[in-house]
C-alpha cells in the first residue's frame, strides 16, 4: 500500500507562507496595521517604531476597539469583518478585507493586543508569538486598540537577513506612512522612531497635509484639480512644471482613498505634461479618484496596490484632459532653462589641476610666459585628432598661438587654433571643421564633464572654496531627506557649501561653491538631493562621487543655453583637458566626429 504523498500543512506553516506574500518587510506590517485603524474608524493614530520597524512597531488608535470573542478571533486565518458573501469583493469601501494581515504579521512576530470598546469596562489583552497564544486576559486600558508588534521574523531568520539597512527600511515605513497621510488629511497622525518625534501631523485639508509633510514651499507649487462626470471624480493637486524633479518619488495616486501604482494612469499625467517638460524631469502629482466600487477590481495582489478598471481607457483621457485643462486655467508657462545662467567666469571659475584654461583664450586676457605651459594644455585637442587616425605635428609659436599639421594626404590645411571657429547649433551642440571632417559636440554632456573631475578634486583634496552668501538662504528639508542630509554633511563641507541645521527641517545655507555665485536658489539641497537619489539608482559610484555628479549636473550649461564663441573655446579646451573626455560620467558620448569621407558619401548619387 503507497503511503500519502500529499499532506496538509500545519496551520503555523500556511501563516508563515501567508505571511510571506502580505509582510514583506517592517514596511508592509505597518502598512496593514495602520489600514486596521482607519477601517475601526480611528480619528487619532500614532506610529512608534524602533530600529526601523525590525525591533518595534506600535499602533495607538482610538478606533471603536474590539470585544474579548473579536479581539481572539482576529488572528484567526481569513477572519474579518469586512465581508460576508463573494458579492462584497465587488463593492469593498474598507482598506483591507481580505483578513490575513494579523494573522500573517503574528505567524512571524511577537505580538501584544490591548483592545476596548468604548462602552466596555474591561478590555481584553493579549500575547500571540509565531500564531501561538501565550496570553488572553481582561485587562484596564483606553478605549481603542495599542498592537505591539515586536521583533519581526524572529522565527524566520532567513527571512530577516534579506532585510535592508535601517535608513532603507525606515524609508519605505515613512512611504507607506505619507501615503496614508496624504489619503486621510482628516485624521491626525503622529510618526516617533526611536524616541524621536519625526511627524506629528494635525487634521486639515489635503493643501494643508502636503505641506505639513513637504515643507512650506510646496503651498506655492500646487495647482488644484477638481472634476465631477459620471465616470470618476477627480480631486488633488499637480505641481507647477518649474518644480518638476529629476525623481519620481512624490507622485501619488489614491482609488476610493487607497493608494495604487498605476503605469498606465501616470502615463496619462505625462501626457499632459509632454510639451511643457524637457526629458527626465518628473512633475509633482496627488490625484485622488473616486469611482464606483463595482466599476473596479482591487482584489488583484496581496498588497492591493493593483487596480483592474472596467473602462481605462476612457479615464485615461478624461485624467489626461482635466490636467492639461488645470495648466492652462493657471497660464503655467514652461520654463525650460531650469539652472539659470552661466557666464564666461562661471566656465573659468576654480580650474583644478587637471581642467586648466583654454591657452587660446589666455592669450587674449592674460599674460604667460612658458611654451611648456601651453604645450600641456593642447594634449587633450592632440588626443582628439588622434581619434580621425591622422598623424598630427603640435606646434607652439612665439606669440603663444599653436598650430597642428597633420598628414599631407589632405594638402596644406594646417589650422591655426587662433583660426579655429566655433559654431553653436540649436544653442545646444558646437561644431567645428577639423582635418578630417568636423566634431560635434554636447554642450551640456562637455560642462558636465568638466564639472564632475572639478568637484572630484575638491572633495579628494578637502581644499573647498568657499564663496559666503550676502544673504543667507532659509531651506526647508523633506523629513524624508533628513538621514540623507546627516550622512552627506562632510561631502557638501568639501565641496564648499557652508550649511548650518537648526533643527527639526530646517537649515540655513550660508556659503556655497565659489563656481556658483550667482545661483541664489533656495531649491538647491532639494535639486542636489533629488539628483543624488536618482544617480544611485542607476550608477554604482561612491558616495562622494554620486554628490559631485549631482552637483555638476546641477551646476552645468544645459541645452538650450546660448554661448559665445569664447565661450565655447574655454568649454572645448577644458573638456580636453580633463582625464576622460570621451564619455560623461553616466557613459554617454559627449562628442562624434564625422569624417569627409561620410560626408562625400551622403551626397553620391
Not at 227 to 256: C, L, M, S
Not at 325 to 351: C, M, Q, R, V, Y
Not at 367 to 386: A, P, R, Y
Not at 496 to 510: A, L, P, S, T, W
Amino acid at each position: 500500500m503507497m503511503s500519502r504523498l500529499i499532506q496538509i500543512l500545519p496551520e503555523a506553516i500556511a501563516n508563515q507562507i501567508a505571511a510571506g506574500e502580505v509582510v514583506q518587510r517592517p514596511a508592509s506590517a505597518v502598512k496593514e496595521l495602520l489600514e486596521n485603524a482607519l477601517d475601526a474608524g480611528a480619528t487619532e493614530i500614532k506610529l512608534n517604531i524602533k530600529d526601523a520597524g525590525k525591533t518595534l512597531i506600535q499602533i495607538i488608535d482610538n478606533g471603536q476597539g474590539m470585544s474579548s470573542e473579536d479581539a481572539t478571533a482576529c488572528f484567526g486565518r481569513h477572519a474579518t469583518s469586512k465581508i460576508r458573501k463573494i458579492e462584497d469583493l465587488f463593492s469593498i469601501n474598507t482598506m483591507g478585507f481580505r483578513g490575513e494581515a494579523l494573522a500573517s504579521i503574528a505567524a512571524i512576530a511577537q505580538v501584544e493586543l490591548k483592545s476596548k470598546r468604548k462602552d466596555d469596562e474591561l478590555g481584553t489583552e493579549i500575547h500571540i508569538a509565531g500564531s501561538k497564544i501565550n496570553m488572553n486576559d481582561a485587562c484596564a486600558c483606553q478605549a481603542g486598540t495599542i498592537i505591539s508588534v515586536k521583533n519581526l521574523f524572529f522565527n524566520v531568520p532567513a527571512r530577516r537577513n534579506f532585510l535592508k539597512s535601517n535608513p532603507v527600511e525606515t524609508k519605505h515605513i515613512l512611504d507607506e506612512f505619507q501615503r496614508i497621510a496624504i489619503a486621510h488629511p482628516e485624521i491626525q497622525l503622529e510618526l516617533i522612531h526611536n524616541g524621536v518625534q519625526i511627524y506629528y501631523l494635525i487634521k486639515g485639508n489635503l493643501r494643508q497635509r502636503l505641506v505639513q509633510l513637504f515643507g512650506k514651499p510646496y503651498n506655492e507649487r500646487l495647482i488644484p484639480l477638481e472634476e465631477t462626470t459620471d465616470i470618476v471624480q477627480i480631486k488633488g493637486f499637480i505641481g507647477k512644471p518649474e518644480f518638476a524633479k529629476k525623481t519620481r518619488g512624490e507622485q501619488f495616486f489614491f482609488v476610493n482613498d487607497r493608494f495604487i501604482k498605476s503605469p498606465y494612469l501616470n502615463h496619462a499625467v505625462m501626457q499632459a505634461y509632454e510639451q511643457i517638460l524637457p526629458k527626465g524631469q518628473y512633475p509633482f502629482y496627488c490625484i485622488s479618484l473616486k469611482i464606483d466600487p463595482n466599476k473596479i477590481d482591487i482584489n488583484v495582489h496581496p498588497t492591493k496596490q493593483e487596480i483592474k478598471f472596467e473602462d481605462d481607457k476612457l479615464l485615461y483621457t478624461i485624467l489626461s484632459a482635466v490636467i492639461k485643462s488645470s495648466i492652462g486655467k493657471f497660464n503655467i508657462t514652461p520654463s525650460l532653462d531650469f539652472e539659470g545662467s552661466n557666464t564666461l567666469d562661471h566656465f573659468l571659475a576654480e580650474p583644478t589641476s587637471n581642467i586648466k584654461p583654454s591657452p587660446s583664450f589666455i592669450t587674449r586676457s592674460s599674460k604667460m610666459d612658458s611654451h611648456s605651459s601651453f604645450k600641456k594644455d593642447v594634449e587633450g585637442w592632440e588626443g582628439l585628432l588622434d581619434i580621425t587616425q591622422e598623424k598630427v605635428d603640435l606646434e607652439i609659436h612665439q606669440d603663444g598661438s599653436t598650430s597642428y599639421s597633420l598628414s599631407p594626404d589632405w594638402g596644406d590645411n594646417t589650422l591655426s587654433s587662433n583660426e579655429r571657429s566655433w559654431i553653436q547649433i540649436h544653442n545646444s551642440y558646437i561644431i567645428s571643421s577639423i582635418k578630417s571632417g568636423f566634431i560635434l559636440v554636447n554642450q551640456e554632456l562637455a560642462h558636465e564633464r568638466v564639472k564632475f573631475e572639478y568637484y572630484q578634486n575638491l572633495i579628494n583634496n578637502q581644499k573647498p572654496n568657499v564663496q559666503q552668501l550676502l544673504f543667507p538662504l532659509d531651506v526647508q528639508c523633506p523629513i524624508a531627506d533628513l538621514p540623507l542630509m546627516n550622512e552627506l554633511g562632510t561631502h557638501f563641507e568639501a565641496l564648499g557649501f557652508d550649511i548650518e541645521h537648526e533643527g527639526d527641517q530646517n537649515f540655513v545655507v550660508r556659503g556655497v561653491p565659489s563656481d556658483l555665485m550667482g545661483k541664489d536658489d533656495p531649491r538647491i539641497l532639494e535639486e542636489l538631493l533629488e539628483q543624488y537619489k536618482n544617480n544611485q539608482s542607476q550608477l554604482q559610484l561612491e558616495k562622494r562621487d554620486h554628490l559631485a555628479l549631482a552637483l555638476a549636473k546641477y551646476a552645468c550649461i544645459k541645452l538650450g543655453k546660448r554661448l559665445s564663441e569664447e565661450e565655447m573655446q574655454a568649454l572645448i579646451d577644458q573638456l580636453f583637458a580633463c582625464n576622460q573626455a570621451n564619455y560623461s560620467p553616466e557613459g554617454k558620448a559627449i562628442f562624434v566626429s564625422i569624417s569627409l569621407e561620410d560626408i562625400h558619401k551622403l551626397f553620391e548619387a
